[in-house]
């Protein structure tokens, strides 16, 4: 499944069906064909979701700092691994636009 979030207040916003339905869970939302983020919704799922990065984060640095650990070469990071951030910072922005705007953002209509 593919999600397109759409509001008046942004461009459209695609995201592949595992991945919009871990944002939708960090949110708040029961994944499904059809939805929407109301306007007194989205400061909450915006804190929702920095929370979400910052557990991310921590972790991320928390596995780094164990392989480092184990391994006495440097390993560089993959570069072909999106982050937690990468993905959902388009949403946040799109959320922060809409809610200025008094703008609701759907899916799956």
Same mark, same amino acid.
């Given at each position: ?10 461009? &459209?916003?695609?995201?592949?069906? /595992?991945?919009? $339905?871990? @944002? ?5 939302? *029961?994944?499904? #064909? ?21 557990? &991310?984060?921590?972790?991320?640095? /928390?596995?780094? $700092?164990? @392989? ?5 070469? *440097?390993?560089? #990071? ?32």
């Amino acid at each position: 499944m593919i999600y397109r979030f759409k509001s008046k207040a942004t461009a &459209d916003l695609l995201m592949l069906g /595992a991945e919009g $339905e871990r @944002v939708l869970r960090l949110i708040g939302k *029961e994944p499904s #064909p059809q939805g929407i983020i109301e306007v007194h919704q989205m400061p909450a799922a915006i804190e929702a979701l920095h929370q979400a990065l910052l557990m &991310d984060e921590q972790r991320c640095i /928390a596995q780094q $700092e164990a @392989v480092s650990e184990e391994s006495s070469d *440097e390993q560089e #990071p993959r570069a072909d691994t999106v982050t937690l951030r990468q993905r959902v910072w388009p949403l946040v922005t799109m959320m922060t636009t809409a809610h200025s705007q008094n703008n609701a953002i759907v899916w799956g209509v």
